[in-house]
């Protein structure tokens, strides 16, 4: 399943690494069951350090220095702390149905070379 989803964004965005689409699914479950993902637990979910899930995160939402995001996610101010967690864009949301809707379909990419 998991494959087919990777294919299946990569057909929208092929230069998507594993990472990245590791880091979005989290957020995109968290904040399916209602929780506030924060970079800080995104990077232990996954398994990663801190300072990579920071990165893909940025990534993810507006961007790297001087290289442009994708959008599918937004750090949002978090009144009770310091922190900023994270959700995802109408755009994510809708990368996301899309890519799964795909999956169901058999329109997908599979050529992972």
């Not at 979005?24 to 399916?32: E, K, N, P, Q, Y």
């Not at 929780?35 to 637990?41: L, Q, V």
């Not at 310091?82 to 050529?111: F, I, P, Q, V």
């Amino acid at each position: 399943q998991l494959e087919k989803l990777l294919g299946a964004l990569r057909k929208e965005k092929p230069d998507l690494t594993i990472g990245a689409l590791h880091v979005f699914l989290h957020i995109a479950r968290r904040v399916g069951a209602q929780e506030r993902p924060y970079i800080k637990t995104v990077a232990e979910g996954v398994g990663m350090q801190y300072s990579s899930a920071a990165r893909l995160c940025d990534l993810l939402s507006d961007g790297v220095g001087s290289s442009d995001g994708l959008g599918w996610v937004v750090k949002i101010e978090d009144s009770t702390s310091r922190a900023k967690y994270l959700t995802l864009t109408n755009a994510g949301a809708y990368m996301l149905a899309s890519a799964l809707k795909s999956t169901e379909t058999g329109d997908y990419n599979e050529n992972f070379d």
